[in-house]
């Protein structure tokens, strides 16, 4: 697991007096200015950020560093991390998407899937883009208790059983003939 966690990302300019959209990863989005100052992810960088309101998908913000749209706009893209110790502690059953990335996936019969290569959302549950083990592809599996049994990050472990169709192959059954 990683000291630092993304928590949001700067979409470029808004307006032409250096503020900045700002896209929050948090569960409750304008928590992201309690993190602040927030990292770049290789630590290059601090930011202290405040938001100044909200807008359509995020947060108009300012960042003392940043008096232009140019300054602005060159940070477009970049990802804002807080430190791991900066955020409340999760349930058991909730996960931080930074700490599912790379982990190994099995089935239920203790064969290897792959990796987690990254989570996304879309705005209902969360997919787990896997790796396949062996192969350039990937697959999207849901991210739900019956498709996810068990997460067991101690172990850098987690065990799926993935609806029919999921997995190449899987979408067919043996059938008996008579």
């Not at 208790?145 to 067991?152: E, F, H, N, S």
Request: glycine share 8%; proline share 7%; net charge negative.
């Amino acid at each position: 697991m990683t000291d630092l966690i993304p928590v949001g990302a700067i979409g470029g300019a808004y307006g032409v007096r250096g503020e900045l959209r700002i896209k929050s990863y948090c569960a409750v989005p304008e928590e992201i200015e309690n993190y602040s100052p927030l990292w770049t992810e290789n630590r290059a960088r601090q930011y202290a950020l405040a938001i100044l309101r909200p807008i359509k998908s995020g947060f108009v913000a300012r960042i003392p560093e940043v008096a232009t749209k140019e300054d602005a706009d060159a940070l477009r893209g970049t990802v804002l991390y807080a430190e791991r110790s900066q955020l409340p502690s999760l349930p058991d059953d909730e996960f931080y998407h930074a700490d599912l990335v790379g982990i190994e996936v099995f089935d239920t019969g203790g064969q290897l899937l792959g990796r987690v290569k990254t989570v996304h959302n879309h705005g209902a549950d969360d997919l787990l883009e896997l790796q396949l083990a062996g192969k350039t592809d990937t697959v999207f599996l849901p991210f739900t208790k019956t498709a996810v049994p068990t997460v067991d990050l101690a172990a850098k472990r987690i065990i799926a059983d993935p609806p029919l169709g999921i997995l190449p192959g899987s979408d067919t059954e043996e059938s008996e003939t008579g």
